[in-house]
């Protein structure tokens, strides 16, 4: 059975950094795209970064770019969201998603919507304080 269940957030002040971590199950990592996303009170979830087979290619939205650092580790058979220069827009619950490849150098870029992965976990707070 495919489960991703994510760990790491909590409470930090505005300019911290916190690293989310999302431990696969049923599954390795290499052979699977994983994203990030993340959902605001009120507000839809959204895309922050995602990761390709193999770790091909490492895609980040326009928001978290140059702040955020994903990366597979594939002997721990996790994938992490390192988060740096935080802001309170960052805050809210950050999911981690997986769907089996394989996939192109460009199927991030062109695969950023909770649509386009099968198999979630259940979120972790992140909060950040001005």
């Known amino acids: 059975q495919v489960r991703v269940v994510e760990s790491g957030g909590g409470l930090v002040q505005e300019g911290g950094s916190l690293r989310l971590s999302c431990a696969a199950s049923?599954?390795?990592?290499?052979?699977?795209?994983i994203g990030w996303f993340r959902q605001a009170p009120g507000k839809e979830r959204e895309g922050v970064s995602c990761v390709s087979t193999g770790e091909r290619s490492a895609y980040y939205e326009d928001s978290v770019k140059g702040r955020f650092t994903i990366s597979k580790d594939v002997a721990e058979n996790k994938v992490y969201l390192q988060m740096d220069s935080l802001t309170p827009e960052d805050s809210g619950v950050y999911y981690c998603?997986?769907?089996?490849?394989?996939?192109?150098?460009?199927?991030?870029?062109?695969?950023?919507?909770?649509?386009?992965?099968?198999?979630w976990g259940q979120g972790t707070q992140v909060t950040v304080s001005s």
């Open positions: 049923g599954f390795k990592v290499e052979q699977y795209s």
């Open positions: 998603a997986a769907e089996r490849g394989p996939f192109s150098i460009t199927w991030c870029q062109r695969h950023r919507t909770t649509t386009d992965f099968t198999s």
